[in-house]
């Protein structure tokens, strides 16, 4: 699979005063985004999520390092920005326009006709709920109303590659169903969808790929389910009735009582055989037993309590 | 080209949305009261207290809502992160600059015709007679104006916004009072000084050059080519700010 975005050995730090030592922000970040798909951007807040996409869109500049956009979104620069969608964290807008006129504004600086402008906005505002808002000026819109408002410009012009800086913040259950549908639709349409946020299930529930961000270096780039097999540590999850759990020797085990007359028993792989054969011996009544699969969430934040330990 | 008129006309949007022209409106109506009353005061020459009160209440009006407004047409939308939403489309950022310079013009313009009309009506009303220097100066009140707004935009670009109007006023007081500076006898013994306040209205908007509402009923007093000079000398002056915007602009970290 090709790549849409690559970027290389990316550096930036930020000097809060002249006299003070430069906070080091990104430290050689490394990675890239495959064409096609979802790719959510983890990392826990100042990872480096927001100033990795502002130093991508070039509001800021990089100490070094290299970006490199691929020739499908454009020759240079100019037109790669004509190719993407970019919603902002908290974004904010004029609030004495109408949101009609803003979506106007923004269509008409990518090029667009006003009934194309018009069709798509309309379009993309009743499936986001917000198009019996689009004649009110927008300093009366609410902060999911605003964020609905963004996700409207940010996809008019149809992109090829869209970034979106966390944009299930601040959302009520409904707008995120909303966005995170949307996000899966765009991408089966073949749209490459970049998006950061903290929020770990969020990501693995609509991504297939993702980059982990820990402390402005990349953790984890790649596939999700190859992530999460890389980390099962293949551990079973065993449900017994309470009764029967004085027939076992539980002292050595983990476990803990899961309901009022079961027993959740959690062991190792290679403790599996000669506990079951010991289940069967002892004539336990076995409720259930499954494989535990650890979730992206377990996985990165194990990670990031052991970074910290180091 | 098509991007600037888009910036530029939705700057303007935005800004007459903001109910910025009503209080010019409401300004005006004071204008007119408060001139007709002052020429009540007057023996003989009730149209010429009128036109200088027009005049300089129009010239205050541009400075301030240049000034206020000028401060805060790029700071804010760095402030807001509402140009991450601009900047993101296939706009350059001097476009994006230039434009916004140019809605806020469009506002000036407005400003400046609405208090010229209440201004003039009241004028001929009593008997006055228009000359061509009354529309000189009214142009130099705007492009006084637009001087002011490029300034404040420059500072705005370097610091927060009252430091920015701040700066803008001090230098706009000072650019009116050079010209007096220089011909005090404390100045005229001092060579430093003199250098210094030279190089000061060199360097700095000298903006006695523009101040033709001095002229207005002695057009003997003033030459054809002093007012070209200071139109040539304004334009040069404002191209010269937008350019240094443009410079300070593109390099800006919009962190």
Redesign the interface.
């Known amino acids: 699979m090709k790549s849409i975005l690559t970027i290389n050995r990316l550096n930036k730090s930020?000097k809060s005063d002249f006299w003070k030592e430069a906070h080091h922000v990104l430290k050689d970040l490394t990675f890239d985004v495959e064409e096609g798909g979802l790719c959510g951007f983890l990392g826990p807040n100042g990872a480096g999520k927001t100033t990795t996409i502002?130093i991508l869109?070039r509001?800021?500049?990089s100490d070094s390092g290299e970006i490199i956009f691929s020739d499908k979104l454009g020759k240079n620069f100019?037109?790669v920005?004509?190719s993407?969608g970019?919603f902002?964290?908290?974004?904010?807008?004029?609030p004495?326009?109408k949101g009609m006129?803003f979506a106007n504004?923004?269509g008409?600086?990518?090029?667009m006709s006003p009934s194309e402008i018009n069709e798509k906005t309309n379009y993309w505002a009743e499936k986001l709920s917000i198009k019996f808002a689009l004649d009110r000026?927008i300093n009366s819109y609410s902060k999911g109303m605003l964020q609905r408002l963004?996700f409207v410009?940010s996809i008019i012009h149809s992109p090829k590659f869209l970034i979106l800086d966390e944009p299930l913040s601040g959302l009520d259950p409904i707008g995120r169903r909303d966005f995170k549908r949307i996000m899966v639709d765009l991408s089966q349409e073949g749209t490459t969808v970049f998006f950061s946020s903290h929020i770990v299930s969020d990501v693995e529930e609509i991504c297939n790929n993702v980059v982990v961000l820990m402390e402005g270096k990349t953790f984890y780039q790649g596939n999700i389910d190859q992530l999460i097999d890389e980390n099962h540590k293949g551990r079973y999850e065993l449900l017994i009735s309470k009764a029967d759990s004085s027939k076992l020797n539980l002292a050595v085990l983990e476990n803990r009582v899961a309901g009022s007359d079961l027993i959740s028993v959690t062991i190792d792989a290679n403790e599996k055989d000669q506990f079951l054969k010991e289940i069967v011996q002892k004539d336990v009544d076995l409720k259930s037993l499954k494989a535990l699969r650890p979730t992206l969430e377990e996985i990165v934040y194990t990670s990031q309590e052991s970074s910290q330990k180091l | 080209m098509k991007n600037l008129i888009t910036v530029s006309k939705y700057a303007f949007l935005e800004l007459y949305k903001s109910r910025i022209l009503l209080n010019v409106l409401i300004l005006g109506f004071f204008l007119l009261v408060m001139a007709s009353v002052a020429s009540e005061f007057t023996y003989g020459v009730p149209e010429k207290v009128a036109l200088n009160f027009g005049l300089g209440l129009l010239s205050l009006s541009l400075v301030a809502v240049a000034t206020f407004m000028g401060a805060t047409l790029v700071s804010r939308e760095m402030e807001n992160r509402t140009l991450y939403m601009i900047l993101s489309r296939p706009v350059d950022r001097y476009v994006f600059l230039v434009g916004r310079i140019l809605g806020l013009s469009g506002i000036l313009f407005v400003n400046a015709l609405i208090l010229s009309i209440f201004t003039l009506s009241l004028y001929l009303f009593l008997d006055g007679k228009l000359s061509s220097l009354i529309f000189h100066s009214i142009a130099f009140s705007y492009l006084e104006g637009l001087l002011v707004m490029l300034v404040v935009v420059l500072f705005s670009l370097f610091s927060n916004t009252v430091i920015s109007v701040l700066f803008t006023l001090t230098i706009y007081v000072s650019g009116h009072a050079i010209e007096a500076v220089k011909s005090t006898s404390v100045v005229k013994v001092n060579k430093l000084l003199a250098s210094f306040i030279d190089l000061y209205s060199t360097v700095m908007p000298n903006f006695t050059k523009l101040n033709m509402k001095r002229f207005v009923f002695y057009e003997d007093l003033v030459k054809i080519d002093f007012i070209a000079s200071s139109y040539a000398y304004v334009i040069c002056y404002c191209l010269l700010l937008i350019v240094l915007s443009c410079i300070a602009f593109n390099k800006k970290e919009l962190t």
């Open positions: 930020f502002k869109l509001f800021i500049s100019n037109e920005r004509k993407i970019y902002p964290e908290r974004p904010y807008f004029y004495h326009l006129e504004y923004i008409s600086l990518q090029g000026k963004g410009v």
